[in-house]
T-cell receptor
Framework: QQQVKQSPQSLIVQKGGIPIINCAYENTAFDYFPWYQQFPGKGPALLIA?????SEKKEGRFTISFNKSAKQFSLHIMDSQPGDSATYFCAAGGGADGLTFGKGTHLIIQP | KAGVTQTPRYLIKTRGQQVTLSCSPISGHRSVSWYQQTPGQGLQFLFEYFSETQRNKGNFPGRFSGRQFSNSRSEMNVSTLELGDSALYLCASSSDSGRGYGYTFGSGTRLTVV
């Protein structure tokens, strides 16, 4: 079964710190790796996405690092703020079954 | 530009009943995918519709079904509800079929089975 493994399950970081969330995938057919942010009572919102031909992508304070040989990718949040407190999901797509999601990381940014 | 609209937002049903959930995608998007979100299993793919045709189906029992109309609106139906069907049901719309690119999710329908 195709899987995406995400860690850590929860993370607490002080304001201004750089939380890092990691994901690993198995299926080399995946060609699209998005990150979603979800607030309570809302659906996931697309944050940033990367293709496997790029090793890093930045959008504002959010950066994805991608290691194709290791089949791993990670999300870094620069200058984190309390408003970034949410659940973050990595995912992998490009196959027939839409997106395969990681189990999520509950992030808390302390003031 | 209107987002993805899911109705109703909340539902409480009794075990054994059936339920129908609705999703209106972003205008111009022809793909609608449905996901079940639970604390234990996370987000799991149910099925995807593109231009009124089911393109892919996840590993869920036949009690879960769906359809898509000519205006791209989609409905999913769950028959003979079980307690374990309690979850947040999310739909995502996209202009592409089946590959997960550029999904926009709705806020979901919270289904509680009692």
């Amino acid at each position: 079964q195709q899987q995406v493994k995400q860690s850590p399950q929860s993370l607490i970081v002080q304001k201004g710190g750089i939380p890092i969330i990691n994901c690993a995938y198995e299926n080399t057919a995946f060609d699209y790796f998005p990150w979603y942010q979800q607030f309570p009572g809302k659906g996931p919102a697309l944050l940033i996405a990367i293709r496997p031909d790029v090793s890093e992508k930045k959008e504002g304070r959010f950066t994805i690092s991608f290691n194709k040989s290791a089949k791993q990718f990670s999300l870094h949040i620069m200058d984190s703020q309390p408003g970034d407190s949410a659940t973050y999901f990595c995912a992998a797509g490009g196959g027939a079954d839409g997106l395969t999601f990681g189990k999520g990381t509950h992030l808390i940014i302390q003031p | 530009k209107a987002g993805v609209t899911q109705t109703p937002r909340y539902l409480i049903k009794t075990r054994g009943q059936q339920v129908t959930l609705s999703c209106s995608p972003i205008s111009g998007h022809r793909s609608v995918s449905w996901y079940q979100q639970t604390p234990g299993q996370g987000l799991q793919f149910l099925f995807e519709y593109f231009s009124e045709t089911q393109r892919n189906k996840g590993n869920f029992p036949g009690r879960f079904s769906g359809r898509q109309f000519s205006n791209s609106r989609s409905e999913m139906n769950v028959s003979t509800l079980e307690l374990g069907d309690s979850a947040l049901y999310l739909c995502a719309s996209s202009s592409d079929s089946g590959r997960g690119y550029g999904y926009t999710f709705g806020s979901g329908t919270r289904l509680t089975v009692v």
